[in-house]
């Protein structure tokens, strides 16, 4: 097998057509570098370099291999500084999910310095609901999905992990009358799914709402509608942490809403090795979210 390192000695010795010179350049010493040409002219059994007492000069044949050694060598530079740009996680890519209101919260907080420190690396972020996510995961499209607590098809042997909990809020525009009049009712109620956060709504709230719920999957959509109308939007307060400080939205201050939490957890499947990138991320999630419970209880 002709190895590397024999080839990096042929394109030294024909850029400098000097063994004395080569040989320093290489760091080795001059008997080396002989014994290495020659091993490879007998391995190709060709005549690399014409020899006289003035120097060394390419054969015809020497020419033709050199070039193709320079290309060989520079795919193998390259190949190296891919790997290990890859293990540095600066470059690659990651396609993982996460369910509407697990995102709005984390990924604005978690993405920007991960952006800006590897602008190269790929995220790849599937926004859906958790059943959605369940079958690109056991499909083998994601690597790994975050969401709340969800009745899990036992098909699978799959690893969950907890990153933290949320808090379940009511969430209204401003100046909505259950503000000023807590006893008022029939305002519609709005979710992200069907089964909502917990799929448990709270008593109270169901006594003050309409009859029917109401399902926006999209995110922005529910923080507009609940801007401009009487609805009630069953979130967590942490989705709409902005929306909340800028003041065009509200929390209800019910005892019941806020005392509510639930788990966010991380579903990967277990007898797949989780990689560098998702172990960071995870960690990423972990720490926000403690971030934020500290924040909000602060």
Not at 14 to 20: P, T
């Amino acid at each position: 097998m002709i190895e590397l390192r024999r080839l990096r000695y042929l394109v030294t010795l024909a850029m400098r057509l000097s063994y004395s010179r080569a040989a320093e350049e290489l760091g080795i010493s001059q008997s080396a570098l002989t014994r290495a040409i020659q091993s490879l002219e007998q391995e190709m059994n060709l005549r690399l370099f014409d020899r006289d007492p003035a120097g060394v000069s390419l054969t015809e044949e020497g020419r033709r291999v050199v070039e193709k050694a320079e290309i060989l060598l520079a795919t193998a530079k390259d190949f190296e500084h891919q790997v290990m740009r890859t293990s540095s996680r600066t470059e690659g890519r990651i396609r993982f999910g996460m369910t509407p209101i697990v995102a709005r919260t984390l990924l604005p907080s978690t993405m920007p310095g991960r952006l800006k420190a590897t602008p190269d690396f790929a995220h790849e972020v599937m926004v859906r609901e958790a059943e959605a996510l369940w079958y690109l995961l056991t499909a083998r499209e994601i690597e790994f999905f975050v969401s709340g607590e969800w009745p899990l098809p036992h098909v699978l042997p799959v690893r969950i992990e907890a990153l933290g909990d949320f808090p379940i809020s009511l969430i209204v525009r401003q100046g909505h009358p259950l503000l000023t009049d807590p006893e008022a009712a029939g305002f519609p109620l709005l979710v992200s799914a069907p089964s909502s956060v917990t799929g448990q709504s709270p008593s109270e709230l169901l006594r003050r709402t309409a009859s029917s719920i109401h399902v926006f999957e999209d995110f922005g959509s529910l923080a507009d509608i609940t801007r401009t109308t009487d609805a009630i939007w069953l979130t967590s307060a942490y989705a709409v942490a902005r929306e909340l400080e800028a003041g065009t939205l509200c929390e209800l201050p019910w005892k019941a809403s806020t005392s509510r939490r639930f788990s966010v957890l991380m579903y990967s499947l277990d007898r797949r090795s989780q990689s560098p990138v998702a172990l960071e991320l995870k960690q990423a999630f972990r720490q926000e979210i403690s971030r934020l419970g500290r924040a909000s209880s602060g």
